[in-house]
């Protein structure tokens, strides 16, 4: 039989499908969270001290997606973020962040102008980490955003001024 150190109660294996269950769910179900956990910009199930140590390198601006670590909030999400030269913060994002009309995960994340680059986290096949900063709005190009119909009057003129499609541009 396994040594008693070894052994899970029942109590602790509740509390654990407490926070895990719900963390679960919302990358299932979360409009663009599984989108996000494919394309490697959420990092899941990490620390806010692990979180710091990854980010303590790199510059003001970059962030990284989480879960919140505390069992109480199974499947909140946090941002955390270098904030000043040797500080790393931390945003518990909260439901009236992402929900509601014209609201979502990607959408905060565009809109939040000190969040500038996100950290892409791969793993190979022997589970080797390597780490890109990557441009927020090119981690999210494809994540989030409908294709808008051109309203027109009918007689050639736009009912509103479009943005500039800055991917299509050339510079002379």
């Known amino acids: 039989s396994p040594p008693l150190h070894t052994l899970l109660t029942h109590s602790d294996f509740d509390t654990f499908w407490k926070w895990f269950g719900p963390a679960l769910q919302k990358i299932r179900y979360h409009k663009y969270l599984i989108q996000m956990w494919n394309n490697d910009i959420f990092w899941g199930f ?8 990854i980010l303590q390198p790199y510059d003001m601006g970059t962030f990284l997606l989480r879960f919140h670590e505390r069992m109480s909030d199974g499947g909140s999400m946090a941002v955390a973020y270098k904030q000043k030269k040797d500080e790393v913060r931390h945003y518990l994002i909260r439901n009236s962040d992402i929900a509601g009309q014209g609201r979502s995960l990607p959408q905060f994340i565009r809109e939040t102008r000190s969040l500038l680059f996100v950290l892409r986290m791969t793993m190979n096949e022997s589970f080797a980490m390597s780490v890109q900063v990557v441009d927020k709005n090119k ?34």
Not at 46 to 53: A, Y
Not at 145 to 171: C, F, H, I, P, Q
């Open 139 to 172: 981690a999210l190009e494809k994540i989030g955003r409908k294709k808008r119909a051109v309203n027109t009057t009918g007689d050639g003129y736009d009912l509103e001024v479009l943005e500039l499609g800055l991917d299509t541009l050339s510079m002379r």
């Open 46 to 53: 990490i620390s806010k001290t692990e979180s710091e140590s």
